[in-house]
């Protein structure tokens, strides 16, 4: 039973189409981002500079209060208990042992929990958040293995894990998808994203396949991954005697999860409250899963707040991850090495409770200019627990699967694997037809190659070695898209003594966007960084704006210059006919020193201080939404990046180890430096991860996660990461705001094949199943 | 967690007294104990604290060294002695778990860990033969890439976790034991069971049994020894498979060898039948891949773990051509 609709995002997909053909053919200065940001012409300013972040010193010393650390009255604490089936029904629970240990306020299970709508699946409509929509607690139906089947609260956090430790849950099972094979025989269903199909077809590509000299026919697998964190996910939350509901939360998505919330318990939107000042990494995990609406219902059952923070054990259970996919690329190639075919397909896992199929196929449409195209995902669904987005949905291991291949093709031709690529730079994009809005990929590719020494390498593999050890190079290009989601709004308020709030429901997850953004918007209102206050993090403010698909700079940039444009308005009518400015019109006028100034001629100024205190005012505060984000229906709009890897594998056991690594990146124009090194450097070591080590263990027998903890899912340590170099390329984007695109996922797309690529050099061995383990290498 | 009582024995004696009681259990630096008690596989109505007893490391009369249980894993490692004199046991031991575990975990505790199996860790979800005898074992059929090649049995296809146990295997350890019936010692390599029919039982200990010290009996060739451990990430990570081994070698023969295994069973795997192979053969290449291969004759791997086998082989043989100087 699909209880969401996959009709109604079909029909959306078909609208959205429509529209993008008359978008796609409209004259640029009807398109957002037709007439460049005025920020990306000014060199001097915060912007660029390397900042370090305003939150380090409270990070550092403790001061900065994570969802789990708010101090509430009369807190109880949450545990839970989790089914160990993965389909069939409870048929029996005894909770009296634990309702009579020490310390518990109150079990929850299906029997007493508050009624509840289901929640909205995130993606299923613009504001819903929920990891799938299934009802929660509300009868003796199990839907996956890990599912939570009872809450505990007590007095204290031991009190209540021992209690929960008391339930004894007896279940009778029913048979379950949880296997690849047999899932497949039950047939596949066409995956979609953002209501589009993942299909695409350019000319006829079997038939270019079958005809052309060369060619490269593989099959890549990628297996299941899960979001790990540092902060586990936690909520402390209280009901009002109003009936309002107030969060603090762990989230990338505040707005959204206070709507599904509101939802869920049939209250008023408003009536809900949620607060994330402080996130300790969330990638794609910190939205709203069961364990929030669970404490929730349990808050009003016990009339008291809660505090429920996940063991490590149960983020595994009840917090989605990346689902395992299985695509097969076939290149075909001139003697020149000019790709007459592209064929990405391939199949994925996916709930029938959700609608995130992992879309694998995204950088394919785009990065090279084939002659012909034939693209898809399709997937089947499993039993288990709804899976989302992580770090680049889609391009992570989408990029690993064509990237390998593009190497085998250069060997195969005999070119140098940077030479092949270069050779089949599109002109336009090659599925979409539209022109690049910047594509400096080239240019990226070029430095890179300089600066790591390529030429260095030995093009034979298993060639190269340096004691024990086989040493090898590989390279990847690495791509993600330029998002802006719909829903962005800004508040500005300017002071007479000089100081701007700006008020939007962003998100701070620890990568610096309350840095970067103070920084620009500083340039932008002629004011010192000192002098801004960059509110986000809360429901209550303006704007629906995701910390996700790398977009968030580009919303809070559109927003705040909407905010800004409509500001310098109010302005201007406020300062009148005595003013220097008189006379001027919104666009012909900046910011500069305090004050507003002609763009021509700078000299026509006057401060904010002095319109504001001839019209007797103390503040002004405007609020704005950007124009729909139709740029990206005009343009095709990605970040580029070209990575390098040197690897080293034991010749004796086959241990794989990074020894070096570059990044040479083309994201439009850096906010600061600083931060935006560290997000390339932390996406590049997630990719490390990706291609050596990072695999859920998922039993298919029982649809369960057998390595829940950080001692047997491994991550890269320390000693596994090498000195990470990054550079890049610094030309603005002249169609984004400030000229800039999202950096947050772009370091995990292209990492793995470069490293996989690498091996094939060291040992002559092309692993195309990851994680690329030793035993793969002996 | 079950709740429980904590107190510390005062002394060895005192000890033994309190851990004769059904439910107690001795507490070393916690970093197995607790971690099992927060998964509520291990449930004691009371823990008593030994770590404070025994924090000595002595010399023996006879050259060698009393380690006492209560010694910190960082401390043992970086003790001048076994720095000089049993190198592969500090190798041995900064290769496990993370420096602020070594911090915490002694000797005693060591020895005793717990295997790593996911199965075994489960408790709400998968059957273990281990936790509950006679209900199964889930690893057969299920992950076990990291499991036992020697040694296994159809209950339990485990293995020992222990990076210093495998270094006091090949150095001839001694356990030190106190209990009711007074003091023993044992061997180390008959400390550690075979799973066979009951897995549950893991070590020769009686119950209240209290380990007192690990003594190393001199051993001059076991200067140049090493320890090699092969893992999937840098560290951080249990051993897929490890080597400890120290060779002395005379007029370019083998006059005596120590290897043992780690990762390959339910017990520090003492490689006696290699050993046997290489006393006076010639030290080479061939006769170090001979010895290997006799050793993992008797292997029995399962579908993922079969990749062991020849990992091992490589990994001794590679250890032994560096010891002994030659090239492989
Ligand atoms: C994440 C992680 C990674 C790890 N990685 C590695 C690794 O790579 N290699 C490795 O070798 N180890 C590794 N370890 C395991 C670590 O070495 C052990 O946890 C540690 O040695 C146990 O020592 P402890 O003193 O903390 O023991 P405790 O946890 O205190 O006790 C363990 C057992 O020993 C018993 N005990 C303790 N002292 C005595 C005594 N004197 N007499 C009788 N019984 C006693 C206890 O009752 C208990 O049953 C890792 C552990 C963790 C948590
Ligand atoms: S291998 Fe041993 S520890 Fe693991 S599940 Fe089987 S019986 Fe339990």
Redesign the pocket.
Known sequence: MSIFDDAKQAAQGLVQAGMAKAVALAPDSWVPGGKPDPLIRQRHGAIGKPVSRLDGALKVSGKATFAAEFPVEAMTYAAMVYSTIAKGRITQITVSEAETAPGVVVVMTHRNAPRLNPPPAFLSESKAAAGDSLPVMQDERIYWNGQPVAVVLAETQEQADHAASLIRVGYEAEEAQTTFEAAREQGTQQSRFMGQPLHDEVGDAQDAFAKAPHKIDATYTTPRHNHNPIELHGVTLYWRGDGSLRVHDAQQVVAHTAYTLARTFGIDEKQVVVTSPYVGGGFGSKTLWQHQILAAAAARLAKRPVRMVLSREGVYRVVGGRSPTEQRVQLAATDEGRLTAILHRGLTVRTAHNVIAEPFILATRSLYGAETFLLDVHHVDFDMLGNTFMRAPGEAVGTFALESAMDELAHELGIDPIELRIRNEPEKDPISGLPYSSRNVVEAWRSGAERFGWERRNPVPGTVRDGGWLVGMGCATATYPYHRMPGGAARITLSADGRATLDLAAHEMGMGTSTAQTQVAADRLGLPMEAITFNYGDSTLPGLIMAGGSQQTASIGASVIAAYNKLVGELLKLAGNDSPLAGLKTEEVGSRDGGLCALDEPDRFETYASILARAQRDTISVEAEPPMPLETMHWSMHSYGAMFAEVRVNAVTGEPRVSRFLGSFDCGRILNSKTAASQFRGGIIMGLGLALMEETQFDERKGRVLNPSL?EYHVPVHMDVPEIEVMWTDIPDPHAPMGARGIGEIGITGTGAAIANAVYNATGRRVRDLPITLDKLL | MTPFKYTRASDAADAVRKGAATGV???????????LMRETIERPGELVD?SGLSTEIVETDEGGLRIG?GVR?TALAEHRRVRTAYPMLTRAMVS??SAQ?RN???V???L??RTRCSYFYDEDGSRCNKRVPGEGCDAIEGFHRGHAILGASDACIAVH????CVALAALDAVVHIEGAKGARTVPLVDFHCLPGDRPDIETVLEPG???TAVELPPMPFAAASTYRKVRDRAS???ALVSVAAAIEIEDGQVRDVRIALGGVAHKPWRATRAEAALRGAPAGETAFAGAAATELAGARPLADNAFKVRLAERTIVSVLCELAGVTA
């Open positions: 001692s | 259990k001795f507490l070393g630096g916690g970093t197995n104990l607790v971690d030994v249980a894993n496990g778990a575990i915490m975990a002694t005693g505790g060591n005793l860990q976790p222990s990076d210093m049994d209290l380990i951080y990570a249990f």
